[in-house]
């Protein structure tokens, strides 16, 4: 289809330079009312920063140039259609589960979903069936499912709407889903999959297969994570015939933003353009010069790459670090910020680096941070507890209070010591990744509160829980009279 092409960043460029006399929103009017102390910073994406005016199309009833960059993208990545968000992956997911789902529908879902999925399967009114995740010993981290699990409850669970699964994971590890996929259509239910950090994937090896290849029906990527785009902005991909597209359009139209930003279009535009431009030699460049930095990386004494022990295939640009001295991922994100390394997310084992798709101009520069971070810490000075694994359940699990039913609780404040055996009224999010450790409306086991309490004593971030940090919780504790 020409992807040399930016069809609407092009558009956005040649609007510029004709000197346009903004008579419309935004405010900022080009960037000419905008403070003093801030316009050298904003001033040069402030001019991209449009409305839909004649000329520059409409996200939400496209027909021009937004409607060629979305066929521009769904053709590099073969799907029927491809639509830009500019909410990101989460209004994505949002759209795909309720574009899909009925109320009071089944759906299968992997147990180590992101939450943006639990908001999705909440809203929706739907009863989520959950897979249980297969953890990675080594990395302490939840990677894939059991596919005879999955047999399992296609087989015996009635009523199965969407299956969504979650690949890769956050730290690159990626399931073959081959398998997995022709499974569930031969049930003639869609598959729905947050690929939110497989963006690049289309490119082929090194990288792991695209779900868009597997035959997935739709899938959410997050353009920003590993992409030259601006955060929020991704990619929805539809194909095939299980799912009703209008359907999917109509949601979209709902759930996102009636104002959508142009800058975040455009870069989606120029990101895709970035794909396509790359021809193998840069995949390889760019490959080779990753697999230079591990063994550079390797000759740093007190850190160690560490690489799942499944066998599963793992995002080359997903650069998970240890340290060899028993600091905690907590312990040594904080080592790698005072030198001015900032890590995408630490855990209580792992640190995790996003390398860019790009011959690393900074490599020696990193390197040499890292180095720096350990120096003095070769020693076995701090030994942290055991590797903390999250106690997902090892079976098919359900919700103890169904999303339909928990209206019908009170909401009360309980100590975590006391909160065994209850049933949570909030999740308990480690963030980032943004995994839930525990759903609302799931039982509170004995292993789920060690866990909470270790990395509360690790140093973990949760997100949205005020009330945790003072050792207590929300339960639901008795239906109303």
């Keep these: 289809m020409g992807q040399s092409r930016t069809p609407l960043f092009s558009a956005l460029k040649k609007h510029v330079e004709g000197s346009p006399l903004s008579g419309h929103v935004p405010g900022h009017k080009y960037g000419a009312v905008f403070p003093a102390e801030a316009s050298g910073y904003f001033e040069d994406i402030l001019k991209l920063d449009v409305t839909e005016i004649t000329g520059l199309d409409d996200l939400h009833d496209p027909e021009g140039i937004i409607e060629e960059a979305q066929r521009l993208a769904a053709d590099l990545y073969g799907s029927d259609n491809t639509y830009f968000l500019v909410n990101g992956s989460t209004v994505g997911n949002l759209a795909m589960i309720l574009g899909t789902c009925t109320r009071g529908g089944k759906v299968l879902?992997?147990?180590?979903?992101?939450?943006?999925?639990?908001?999705?399967?909440?809203?929706?009114?739907?009863?989520?069936?959950?897979?249980?995740?297969?953890v990675d010993e080594r990395l302490g981290v939840a990677v894939s499912i059991k596919p005879e699990q999955l047999k399992e409850a296609?087989?015996?669970?009635?009523?199965?709407?969407?299956?969504?699964?979650?690949?890769?994971?956050?730290?690159?590890?990626?399931?073959?889903?081959?398998?997995?996929?022709?499974?569930?259509?031969?049930?003639?239910?869609?598959?729905?999959?947050?690929?939110a950090h497989g963006a690049h994937f289309v490119l082929g090896e090194p990288f792991p297969k695209t779900a868009l290849a597997s035959g997935a029906d739709l899938v959410v990527q997050s353009a920003h994570k590993t992409l030259p785009a601006m955060t929020m902005a991704s990619f929805l991909h539809v194909q095939g015939n299980l799912v009703k597209k209008d359907q999917i359009t109509r949601c979209l139209k709902m759930l996102q933003s009636s104002s959508p930003s142009y800058p975040l279009m455009a870069s989606l535009d120029l990101a895709r353009f970035f794909l396509a431009s790359l021809k193998k030699q840069d995949v390889l460049d760019i490959y080779n010069?990753?697999?230079?930095?591990?063994?550079?990386?390797?000759?740093?004494?007190?850190?160690?790459?560490?690489?799942?022990?499944?066998?599963?295939?793992?995002?080359?640009?997903?650069?998970?670090?240890?340290?060899?001295?028993?600091?905690?991922?907590?312990?040594?994100?904080?080592?790698?910020?005072?030198?001015?390394?900032?890590?995408?997310?630490?855990?209580?084992?792992?640190?995790?680096?996003?390398l860019p798709l790009a011959v690393h101009d900074r490599k020696h520069d990193m390197i040499e941070r890292i180095g720096r971070a350990l120096q003095g810490k070769t020693e076995r000075e701090v030994v942290t507890n055991q590797l903390v694994v999250p106690p997902y359940p090892a079976e098919l699990s359900r919700l103890a209070i169904?999303?339909?039913?928990?209206?019908?609780?009170?909401?009360?404040?309980?100590?975590?010591?006391?909160?065994?055996?209850?049933?949570?009224?909030?999740?308990?999010?480690?963030?980032?990744?943004?995994?839930?450790?525990?759903?609302?409306?799931?039982?509170?086991?004995?292993?789920?509160?060690?866990?909470?309490?270790?990395?509360?004593k690790l140093g973990a971030r949760f997100q949205g829980s005020e009330c945790l940090k003072s050792n207590y919780m929300f339960i639901y504790k008795k239906e109303k009279e």
């Design 402 to 456: 169904p999303f339909s039913e928990q209206h019908d609780y009170m909401v009360v404040r309980c100590c975590l010591e006391d909160a065994l055996g209850e049933i949570a009224a909030e999740p308990v999010i480690p963030y980032p990744p943004g995994i839930p450790l525990l759903f609302k409306g799931e039982r509170i086991t004995r292993s789920t509160l060690e866990c909470i309490k270790e990395l509360k």
């Design 154 to 195: 296609l087989e015996t669970v009635e009523g199965i709407e969407a299956v969504i699964l979650t690949n890769p994971n956050y730290y690159g590890v990626a399931m073959d889903l081959d398998e997995l996929v022709a499974m569930i259509h031969a049930f003639d239910i869609p598959v729905l999959v947050d690929e």
């Design 109 to 134: 879902v992997q147990r180590n979903c992101h939450k943006s999925i639990l908001n999705g399967l909440e809203l929706a009114g739907v009863e989520p069936v959950f897979l249980s995740s297969v």
């Design 289 to 354: 010069g990753i697999m230079a930095t591990h063994q550079e990386i390797g000759n740093i004494k007190g850190v160690e790459i560490v690489w799942p022990q499944t066998g599963l295939q793992v995002d080359p640009l997903k650069l998970t670090l240890r340290s060899t001295t028993g600091l905690s991922g907590f312990a040594l994100q904080e080592l790698l910020e005072k030198e001015g390394l900032y890590v995408e997310l630490a855990d209580p084992q792992n640190v995790l680096i996003i």
